[in-house]
């Protein structure tokens, strides 16, 4: 059996594709995200099993996501799930070019028998933390992880330690042998937004096929 991956070293660069807008008059704000190629040099550089696929993938989206919803983009920002569970940690970083890097404390899980690619049972119970650097500041966040699959955990955060009400969708459709598609979406409700534009902004939301089907799909401008 392969010795898991514990290295603080962050390997696998690689830029996202980002984009952003407006929506419902200026009250929602969004930024996508397709991570499709960097995870998948990722994969093959850390050997990674489907199952730790998804989590790094998830995790450098929504690292993506934050770095450029934030409006003073910070230079750098680092995320750390860290969790009691099999896997130990996953660990995401990018700066203010795009690049991404990242690992996975053990990236040779196996899938779950099911075949469903949840990694809450793989992370178990801990944190995400979330650290933003700037030319002569840094900040650091951290909120219990409430669902462990990373969108959810995000969104928590953003509200918590950010104040900012939003949306946030993760997704990774791995193949058996690669990644076919990987990204993220987050919608933020601006303040003053109307009660019924966010109550339609989650019913999009819940119809909506999925981050990761719809980049396979059609690539961005499928997800946007």
Do not use: F
């Amino acid at each position: 059996m392969k010795e898991p991956q514990t290295s603080n070293h962050l390997p696998s660069p690689g830029s996202s594709s980002l984009e952003s807008g407006l929506a419902s008059r200026g009250s929602l704000r969004w930024v996508a995200a397709d991570i499709t190629l960097v995870l998948e040099e990722a994969r093959r550089r850390l050997d990674l099993s489907p199952i730790t696929a998804v989590a790094l993938g998830r995790a450098l989206s929504a690292a993506a996501l934050i770095q450029r919803i934030s409006l003073k983009m910070p230079n750098r920002v680092v995320l750390e799930i860290v969790g009691d569970g099999p896997m130990g940690k996953v660990v995401a970083e990018t700066d203010s070019a795009g690049h991404l890097r990242g690992l996975v404390g053990n990236s040779q899980l196996e899938t779950p028998a099911d075949g469903r690619m949840r990694i809450a049972p793989l992370l178990g119970s801990g944190y995400l933390r979330v650290t933003r650097e700037e030319k002569r500041s840094r900040y650091s966040s951290q909120v219990e992880l409430v669902s462990g699959e990373l969108g959810d955990d995000v969104t928590h955060y953003l509200e918590q330690s950010e104040q900012i009400r939003s949306a946030v969708l993760l997704g990774v459709l791995p193949r058996p042998i690669g990644i076919a598609a990987a990204g993220g979406l987050i919608v933020e409700a601006l303040p003053g937004t109307e009660d019924e534009v966010i109550d339609q902004l989650e019913e999009n939301i819940r119809t909506l096929e999925g981050v990761s089907s719809c980049l396979d799909r059609g690539g961005m401008p499928a997800l946007v």
